[in-house]
């Protein structure tokens, strides 16, 4: 009997929160519906392709190659972010080149975006720096799979 | 003769077209209604060349959605009465609605018209007895599936609509004892008077026990959220697991007419249905002296507005039960039903009984 009224007490708090919730939210909504510029919002929600959030600065987005000086991409094609990468994501086939102070470069650096979960662990694991998530770039959706293998060693 | 053919065809499609579009619009208000609830905005991106109207359009988007899905059955389910189910749940529930007086009599073309398709003089009865069959709808889409979860689930529906149809019979009890008719529209014109010469003689101010058992079992009826131990849509399977398309659709949309029915029962048993406070066939009566004559066509249409605008009340009330609660355990809601509504049913009853006695 008592844990009865006790139940019957926690529900009525709990539709006197969600009724608030309703309530002030609506309050609100209606004041700016009516062009009543209030301090306070109905909503929290962003509305997405309108408004846009500022990404964080940590925020891991589409890869990129940083390039050298002359344009080309600083990578060595030392591989290991292609032995660090959980998803085995990355393709890398390495070139010499011409220039003797350089070892290696990428002669094709691919990112298969269809199997990447952008951990983030190429970025920890390159020893030059080369490969980096930040290009902010977020909206990745294509219709079609092949359009998802990220050439990044040509801009 | 054939002009009350007329009238009543004109009235079972006003009725039938009013209940489904307030039944298609349900699905836009819970949309918005639980998102304000938490913080949110809610659908809003459907829009006819470019004009979005708060996602007023949603509705029509879904509907859209489902007619051109693939209208799938399994192999191994009985296809004709895997047909028939969702028709037996939309049907049982949206005949409902005839009985339910919308207003009071119009005359129209030397007519007295009553705004209620049919006056059944057991519509008490009639309703409990469709809502009972709408069980029929459960249990054979659940057998029909012949899928073992679908079919626990529609018995596990059957079981709690069972439980509850006892409740809701027993609640409605002492209402027809305080307002000695089975007629829903004897008892509105019952729920004209007054209690000591102020208060409207509603069925909540006589039958409060009455209402919250009515209520509850009403609500476990709807097979919505704190009650959706059948559906279980998101983590146990249920009834409707092999449904699919326009056949899923009928089930949702029946879910959102049980909203409704139950909405206007409430109404017309316990808030008084088209009666205004204090309005007269003549005009406002006011208990602190005065009154505001009113024309007759006036008064007609305080009445059916004020009839929507408290379905339309209960409604937003349900929904905002159904998004506060979660949902309750199978054993809960036999408890419920069983030690808690069915014996307050019968201490109403009896409480009912001793005043209507010595009074």
Same mark, same amino acid.
């Given at each position: 009997m008592v844990k009865g009224w006790r139940v019957v007490r926690e529900m009525v708090r709990g539709a006197a929160i969600t009724s608030r919730h309703f309530f002030v939210n609506m309050t609100f909504h209606t004041l700016r519906l009516f062009g009543l510029r209030t301090?306070?919002?109905?909503?929290?929600t962003i509305q997405y392709p309108e408004v846009q959030k500022a990404l964080s600065p940590r925020h891991r987005s589409l890869h990129r190659l940083r390039p050298r000086e002359d344009g080309r991409p600083s990578c060595v094609s030392c591989m290991l972010c292609v032995t660090v990468c959980p998803s085995e994501c990355i393709t890398v086939e390495a070139a010499e080149d011409p220039d003797p102070e350089i070892q290696k470069i990428p002669a094709k650096f691919v990112v298969d975006l269809n199997r990447c979960c952008f951990c983030g662990f190429c970025v920890e694991a390159c020893p030059v720096d080369a490969i980096r998530m930040d290009t902010g770039e977020i909206r990745l959706a294509t219709s079609s799979r092949p359009a998802l293998e990220a050439r990044l060693d040509k801009p | 003769m054939f002009g009350d053919v007329v009238i009543i065809v004109v009235k079972v499609v006003l009725t039938l077209v009013w209940t489904l579009l307030l039944a298609l619009f349900l699905t836009w208000v819970e949309r918005k209604e639980s998102a304000v609830m938490q913080d949110r905005i809610g659908a809003n991106r459907a829009s006819v060349f470019g004009l979005?109207?708060?996602? !007023?359009f949603q509705p029509f988007a879904d509907a859209i959605k489902m007619l051109f899905k693939e209208d799938f059955a399994p192999t191994f389910a009985q296809r004709t009465l895997h047909w028939l189910a969702p028709a037996f749940s939309f049907f049982f529930v949206s005949v409902t609605m005839v009985a339910v007086p919308f207003g009071d009599t119009i005359r129209l073309f030397g007519r007295r018209i009553p705004l209620q398709v049919v006056d059944l003089n057991a519509a008490v009865l009639f309703v409990l007895a469709m809502l009972s069959l709408g069980i029929y709808g459960i249990l054979v889409s659940g057998w029909a599936s012949s899928n073992r979860f679908a079919l626990i689930g529609s018995l596990r529906g059957a079981a709690q609509l069972i439980s509850y149809e006892v409740a809701l019979g027993l609640s409605l009890v002492g209402l027809v004892m305080v307002?000695?008719? !089975?007629?829903l529209s004897r008892i509105v014109e019952f729920q004209g008077g007054h209690l000591f010469g102020? !208060?409207?003689?509603?069925g909540i101010f006589l039958q409060p026990l009455g209402f919250v058992v009515f209520y509850l079992a009403g609500m476990a009826g709807t097979k919505r959220v704190p009650f959706d131990c059948p559906e279980g849509e998101s983590e146990i399977i249920g009834f409707y697991t092999e449904y699919g398309g326009l056949k899923f659709g009928l089930f949702m949309f029946t879910d959102f007419l049980e909203v409704i029915v139950l909405a206007s029962l409430a109404t017309t048993l316990f808030f008084g249905g088209w009666q205004v406070p204090w309005l007269g066939d003549g005009g406002f009566a006011f208990p602190w002296g005065g009154g505001l004559k009113a024309a007759p066509w006036v008064v007609t249409v305080l009445r059916v507005l004020a009839f929507n605008l408290k379905v339309l009340f209960f409604c937003w009330l349900q929904i905002l039960t159904r998004w506060t609660y979660p949902r309750f355990r199978y054993d809960q809601i036999m408890d419920l039903g069983w030690k808690v509504l069915v014996p307050l049913g019968v201490v109403n009853i009896l409480a009912t009984g001793l005043i209507l006695a010595v009074r």
């Open positions: 301090r306070r919002k109905g909503a929290v | 979005r109207m708060f996602g !007023l307002f000695p008719s !089975l007629s102020f !208060l409207p003689k509603w």
